[in-house]
C-alpha cells in the first residue's frame, strides 16, 4: 500500500517539475520575429495544474478524435514566450530549427506565460519545457494551442527534449 501511494505522489510530481541531465550552461537563441499576439485567444492554464497533466517526453493536442491526413503535419509549430501573463503578447521561437538536448535561452527578455501554436493541433512527438534560470529544473508544456502562466517566473530557460 505504501508503494502505490508513493509511486502515485511520484508520478504527481514528475508531471510538474523534470530535472534534466542538460548542462548548466544555455545556448542563446533568438526570436524569429516581432512580438506577436496570436496565443491570446488561447485558452489559460496555470503550468504545473492538477487539471492539465503532462506527458512524458510528448506535447500533445488539446482536442482528440478523428483527423484528416492534411492536419497530420507537426510543423509549423511556434513556440510563444510571454513577457506578460494570459500570453497577450508573445516573442515566436521557429520549433523546427531550435537545437534539442540543450538548455536554451533568449536574453532580450523573461516571459510570464507560454504556449505553443500549431495550425494542426496534432501535438508535438517531443517535450517542450520551460525553467527559471539556472538550466536546472523544467515544467513541460503539455498541450498545444493553449496559454499557460508559469508559476514562480519569470522564466528564461527553455528547451527541447527528443
Do not use: R, W, Y
Not at 74 to 97: E, G, M, R, W
Not at 127 to 138: E, T
Amino acid at each position: 500500500m505504501f508503494f502505490a501511494i508513493a509511486a502515485a505522489a511520484l508520478v504527481a510530481f514528475s508531471q510538474a517539475a523534470l530535472a534534466t541531465p542538460l548542462s548548466t550552461v544555455a545556448t542563446t537563441v533568438k526570436p524569429v520575429g516581432d512580438a506577436v499576439t496570436i496565443a491570446a485567444k488561447f485558452p489559460v492554464h496555470e503550468l504545473g495544474s492538477a487539471s492539465v497533466a503532462a506527458h512524458s517526453n510528448s506535447t500533445l493536442a488539446s482536442a482528440s478524435g478523428v483527423h484528416s491526413d492534411a492536419a497530420d503535419a507537426i510543423f509549423p509549430a511556434t513556440l510563444l514566450l510571454c513577457p506578460s501573463f494570459n500570453c497577450a503578447s508573445c516573442f515566436s521561437f521557429d520549433l523546427s530549427t531550435l537545437p534539442i538536448d540543450q538548455c536554451l535561452i533568449d536574453l532580450s527578455s523573461s516571459f510570464e506565460s507560454v504556449a505553443i501554436s500549431q495550425p494542426s493541433n496534432e501535438g508535438l512527438p517531443f517535450a517542450v519545457l520551460v525553467g527559471p534560470p539556472g538550466c536546472a529544473s523544467f515544467a513541460q508544456i503539455p498541450l498545444v494551442n493553449e496559454c499557460f502562466n508559469v508559476n514562480g517566473g519569470p522564466f528564461t530557460d527553455f528547451a527541447i527534449l527528443e
